[in-house]
């Protein structure tokens, strides 16, 4: 009989798929990167795994090159032609034409890194092509948008997740999680008997931030076991992403070890915290409202309270940087330590304002919303 260890979050709503950046600040750098249209000294390219090529195990290594253009991490970005790569794996999304790239969006990664690592591919043949945008995620235009084509071989030796795959749409809220770390001692870390002995941690949702030669902590949305399958109860409907890292019986992470992470969309009834881009309007009272910042964007994007009414805003900050809260007609504005939770009241008259991250660059990013008084 296999062993099945399982935790709780009935609260772990994670990321929506169908959040997306603020329009708004988007067509601004849309307009800005009209009148300056950055320019690549050479040709867009992805330049490994070659086209044809055969890759063996389930972390892919992506090589690429952008000559000419500066490319930062769109949280860190200062100006409209501080640029960052989308990796599309599979045509997981159809690029428009000024619009923003979707993010968090599944089989799409948003980075800086060179080269890009693409986590727990399955085994097959793949497509990824690279589109560069701006901070905002709009796709620049005039630049290639090169793709490569590579077939991914199981490689036997190698830490991963077998199941489900990425991108899968699974029946929640309870989610079984298969997994493989080939020649290992795998063993409860209470049971361990010696240094070798091992077991796995399931980071849900970005929830914890592994740091070499440091322990791995017991803390909301880390699962620390070594039962296979892990079982993940009470998954809200959504996008959630799933890291498996192996520790030691001290919980450190062992070096040199494949740390795949997996993103798989939950079924089930709807959420119940507002999809993006719609009003959450306070369950039409004063009740509180939730305003969650990740990297690098709120959800939600839009709130309505009623006027002259004090509202309590609870600002959980799921990323890992640190995130602001601010109205500035309101002469608001709250810091927001990552992985921390501040609350501020609201009582304004009838309009509209904007909130927004005031964090160098995380407003122009996308990091900025719309509330409505009435």
Known sequence: MRARSSVRYSHWSGPSLAIALSLTASAAFGQAAAQSTPEATGPIAITAPAEGDTVVGRQVAIGWEAPGLTIVPAAEAQEETDLHAHFIVDGAYEVAEGAPIPNPQCGVLHTAANPATLSNLAPGEHTVALVIANPGHIPVEGLERPTVTFTVEEDPDAVRITSPENCDEVAGPDVEIAWDAPGMSIVAAADAQDEDDRHAHFIIDGAYQVVEDAPIPTQDGVIHTAANPATIEGLAPGLHTIQLVIANPGHVPVPDLARPTLTILAAGEEAATPVAGTPAAAAQSA??????????????????????TD????????????????????????????????????????????????????????????LTVE
């Open 311 to 370: 509202v309590t805003f609870v600002l959980p900050n799921e990323g890992v940087t640190l995130h602001n809260f601010s109205i500035d007609d309101l002469g608001i504005d709250v810091d927001i330590d990552a992985g921390a939770t501040q609350e501020v009241v609201v009582n304004a008259p009838a309009g509209t304002y904007e909130y927004y991250c005031n964090v160098p660059g995380h407003k122009p990013a996308g990091m900025v919303g719309t």
């Open 287 to 308: 009740d509180a409202v939730e305003v969650v910042s990740y990297d690098i964007y709120f959800e939600p994007e839009e709130i309505a309270i009623p006027a002259d």
